[in-house]
């Protein structure tokens, strides 16, 4: 699981290493909203 800041530091998102997709972090996200697998 990768974890990326933005330039701001004030949102940070995780990278989907299934399909790519850039859900923000948030305290109860474990899963892509999009393919459902881990992050």
């Not at 800041?5 to 850039?22: I, K, Q, S």
């Amino acid at each position: 699981m990768e974890k990326h800041e933005a330039f701001d530091g004030m949102v940070a998102w995780y990278e989907c290493p299934h399909c790519g997709f850039r859900p923000i972090v948030t305290e109860d996200r474990h899963d892509c909203p999009r393919c459902e697998l881990p992050l």
